[in-house]
């Protein structure tokens, strides 16, 4: 077997990763072009984002099993294909419904390329450069993130939101011709896949967040709404069962007999629950009511989007100084006055100049708020546990965002719509306090957190993203054992 290239791995791996992370908020800007072009309503829209993250969210954890036993470079090259392929199929959707398969099978292609990255690139570095690699990784999943509303913007401003996802093909057919002779073949110990585990829960959690997304059409106690989220939870519930008496479970429900590692997961499902589900209105609202054009509302999200991109790399010193429990808390609080501020000085006529400091506030917050639960989380899993740790956090994080799009929509949706900009304020505002106060809650949550374990007290002050996270760049550990991914 042929030995790794360390540059030629990163090339692959890195500019998939920066292509698949761009495409959770590359959509953003393109949803007013997608309501009017093909004729959808909010319900659509929620669609046409959760679809992605729902089916990225629930094969995240069985993906690295698959490729274990099937081969990593063999298993990314096909998610890969898939990722590309549904792009393709999105850019020629005719209706919503296409658009809406197209984006799930594009989620599942990047639930398997993502985990696979990091995979990938750490065993290809060796031990004393791994850090420098990793933090590397976490720069391009970070530029996805911040770049995702520029570039979306831009690309459906210059010529239609077919473009958004047009532009993954070249780039994946490119990575698709490179990954063959780029990356070495390698395989871990083989597992068992929970099959039965993995079509639970996700029909589950479709269930339920079907529910959610069209109570407001067809009313909180109709057959069909209260069917869906009936069955919905208890699916989640056999789920859980089953995962406690499987001998090879995709969750292995010890691991939140911990009361950090349970309390940490909590506040980053609260955490993307309020900020990306605050994020899918506030797009639409400053291209439908403050009239900005798509790459106009890309740039002027920048405060909040890119700043994680400056703040998290300085928070090493504040988690030396006051304890991940107390940046958590702060973290929060952040994010909780720039929601606050947003919801109270929004309005028909508000400019962007009163929206700037919230920005800047939530922005702030998120850097704040990914290197300590990165940490947390892999500080308070058992050892063995780790890589199934970080899988589980960031597919609770993307739960998190499936279910903030599909409540904070229903909360608008039942306050307001889009007939008018004053409608539109007006199912805004309570979406948004709903959001500052989930993450107000959480800000007092993070005070239960117990220290961490002394071994991961000891270790470096920030660890790399857990896997295929929305997260901005962070300082990576020197050295790692194993990738921490599952």
């Given at each position: 077997?042929?030995?790794?290239?360390?540059?030629?791995?990163?090339?692959?791996?890195?500019?998939?990763?920066?292509?698949?992370?761009?495409?959770n908020?590359?959509?953003?800007?393109?949803?007013?072009d997608?309501?009017?072009?093909?004729?959808?309503?909010l319900?659509?829209?929620?669609?046409?984002?959760n679809?992605?993250?729902?089916?990225?969210?629930?094969?995240?954890?069985?993906?690295?099993?698959?490729?274990?036993?099937?081969?990593?470079?063999?298993?990314?090259?096909?998610?890969?294909?898939?990722?590309?392929?549904?792009?393709?199929?999105?850019?020629?959707?005719?209706?919503?419904?296409?658009?809406?398969?197209?984006?799930?099978?594009?989620g599942?292609?990047?639930?398997?390329?993502?985990?696979?990255?990091?995979?990938?690139?750490?065993?290809?570095?060796?031990?004393?450069?791994?850090?420098?690699?990793?933090?590397?990784?976490?720069?391009?999943?970070?530029?996805?993130v911040?770049?995702?509303?520029?570039?979306?913007?831009?690309?459906?401003?210059?010529?239609?939101?077919?473009?958004?996802?047009?532009?993954?093909?070249?780039?994946?057919?490119?990575?698709?011709?490179?990954?063959?002779?780029?990356?070495?073949?390698?395989?871990?110990?083989?597992?068992?896949?929970?099959?039965?585990?993995?079509?639970?829960?996700?029909?589950?959690?479709?269930?339920?967040?079907?529910?959610?997304?069209?109570?407001?059409?067809?009313?909180?106690?109709?057959?069909?709404?209260?069917?869906?989220?009936?069955?919905?939870?208890?699916?989640?519930?056999?789920?859980?069962?089953?995962e406690?008496?499987?001998?090879?479970?995709?969750?292995?429900?010890?691991?939140?007999?911990?009361?950090?590692?349970?309390?940490?997961?909590?506040?980053?499902?609260?955490?993307?629950?309020?900020?990306?589900?605050?994020?899918?209105?506030?797009?639409?609202?400053?291209?439908?009511?403050?009239h900005?054009?798509?790459?106009?509302?890309?740039?002027?999200?920048?405060?909040?989007?890119?700043?994680?991109?400056?703040?998290?790399?300085?928070?090493?010193?504040?988690?030396?100084?006051?304890?991940?429990?107390?940046?958590?808390a702060?973290?929060?609080?952040?994010?909780?006055?720039?929601?606050?501020?947003?919801?109270?000085?929004?309005?028909?006529?508000?400019t962007?100049?009163?929206?700037?400091?919230?920005?800047?506030?939530?922005?702030?917050?998120?850097?704040?708020?990914?290197?300590?639960?990165?940490?947390?989380?892999?500080?308070?899993?058992?050892?063995?546990?780790?890589?199934?740790?970080?899988?589980?956090?960031?597919?609770?994080?993307?739960?998190?965002?499936?279910?903030?799009?599909?409540?904070?929509?229903?909360?608008?949706?039942?306050?307001?719509?889009?007939?008018?900009?004053?409608?539109?304020?007006?199912?805004?505002?309570?979406?948004?306090?709903?959001?500052?106060?989930?993450?107000?809650?959480?800000?007092?949550?993070?005070?239960?957190?117990?220290?961490?374990?002394?071994?991961?007290?000891?270790?470096?002050?920030?660890?790399?993203?857990?896997?295929?996270?929305?997260?901005?760049?962070?300082?990576?550990?020197?050295?790692?054992?194993?990738?921490?991914?599952?």
């Open positions: 077997m042929k030995k790794p290239h360390p540059l030629r791995t990163f090339i692959v791996t890195g500019i998939a990763l920066f292509m698949v992370a761009l495409d908020l590359i959509v953003t800007n393109a949803l007013p997608i309501r009017t072009d093909l004729g959808t309503g319900e659509g829209l929620e669609w046409t984002v679809a992605y993250t729902l089916s990225f969210a629930v094969l995240l954890l069985p993906a690295a099993a698959i490729a274990d036993r099937w081969g990593r470079r063999r298993l990314f090259i096909g998610g890969l294909a898939v990722f590309t392929g549904a792009s393709a199929a999105a850019a020629l959707a005719p209706n919503i419904g296409v658009l809406i398969a197209a984006r799930a099978v594009q599942a292609g990047g639930a398997i390329v993502t985990p696979l990255t990091l995979t990938l690139l750490a065993a290809a570095v060796p031990p004393a450069r791994r850090g420098v690699a990793l933090a590397a990784w976490s720069m391009m999943s970070g530029l996805g911040a770049l995702g509303p520029v570039l979306g913007g831009a690309v459906t401003q210059a010529a239609t939101w077919q473009w958004v996802f047009w532009i993954n093909v070249p780039v994946g057919a490119v990575l698709l011709a490179l990954a063959p002779g780029f990356l070495t073949e390698s395989r871990g110990a083989a597992k068992r896949l929970d099959l039965a585990g993995t079509v639970l829960v996700a029909a589950g959690v479709l269930g339920l967040v079907l529910g959610l997304v069209r109570a407001n059409e067809h009313g909180w106690t109709s057959a069909q709404v209260l069917g869906s989220m009936i069955a919905g939870a208890v699916l989640v519930v056999a789920f859980v069962v089953r406690l008496r499987t001998a090879d479970p995709v969750l292995p429900m010890r691991i939140f007999r911990s009361r950090g590692f349970s309390v940490v997961n909590a506040l980053s499902l609260i955490m993307s629950f309020a900020m990306f589900g605050a994020t899918f209105l506030l797009i639409q609202f400053m291209q439908g009511v403050l900005m054009s798509p790459l106009g509302a890309g740039v002027r999200s920048l405060p909040w989007t890119g700043m994680p991109l400056l703040v998290a790399p300085l928070t090493a010193p504040l988690i030396a100084r006051i304890g991940v429990r107390n940046v958590l702060l973290a929060l609080a952040f994010q909780t006055a720039g929601l606050g501020w947003l919801a109270a000085v929004l309005s028909p006529t508000a962007y100049g009163e929206m700037i400091p919230a920005f800047v506030l939530a922005g702030i917050g998120m850097g704040l708020f990914f290197p300590p639960i990165a940490r947390a989380v892999l500080g308070f899993a058992p050892p063995e546990l780790v890589g199934v740790a970080s899988g589980v956090s960031n597919s609770l994080r993307q739960l998190g965002t499936v279910l903030g799009i599909a409540v904070l929509g229903a909360v608008f949706a039942a306050k307001g719509g889009f007939t008018t900009p004053q409608a539109f304020t007006d199912g805004l505002q309570p979406a948004l306090w709903l959001a500052a106060a989930a993450l107000a809650a959480g800000s007092v949550a993070a005070l239960l957190i117990p220290a961490l374990p002394t071994h991961a007290e000891q270790a470096p002050s920030a660890e790399t993203a857990p896997s295929g996270e929305m997260a901005p760049a962070e300082t990576a550990p020197e050295t790692e054992p194993e990738p921490a991914v599952s």
